[in-house]
């Protein structure tokens, strides 16, 4: 079993930038794949960025490249997404999520969720 806690989220104008982290822990061997993933009211989860704990590369989304990036702890067992740029449309709950095997940004590959943080982004 993976837990995954997210914090990081709040309140932020556009233009501006937050940094959101996902803390692994229990069989953290089990798990090579970490993930972010938004969800805004009324709209599907989507994927935003992911990354190989055991590599470093990485993969995001079309909507946030460039702006967003995924990064990892040293001992891959903390991943970070930071945020710059931030756009209205950026606002939704943000979810981490892990699993073995190849990194896609397709929720419905992923084994294990944090329960979220919610990122705001006023105009």
């Known amino acids: 079993q993976v837990q995954l806690v997210e914090s990081g989220g709040g309140s932020v104008q556009a233009g501006g930038s937050l940094r959101l982290s996902c803390a692994k822990s229990g069989s953290t061997y089990t798990s090579n794949c970490m993930g972010w993933f938004r969800q805004a009211p009324g709209k599907e989860r989507e994927g935003v960025a992911a990354?190989?704990?055991?590599?470093?590369?990485?993969y995001y989304a079309s909507s946030v490249k460039g702006r967003f990036t995924i990064s990892q702890d040293t001992a891959g067992n903390t991943v970070y997404l930071q945020m710059n740029s931030l756009k209205t449309e950026d606002t939704a709950m943000y979810y981490c999520?892990?699993?073995?095997?190849?990194?896609?940004?397709?929720?419905?590959?992923?084994?294990?969720w944090g329960q979220g943080t919610q990122v705001t982004v006023s105009s």
């Open positions: 990354i190989y704990t055991n590599g470093g590369h990485t």
């Open positions: 999520a892990a699993r073995s095997g190849r990194c896609y940004l397709k929720e419905y590959v992923y084994d294990y």
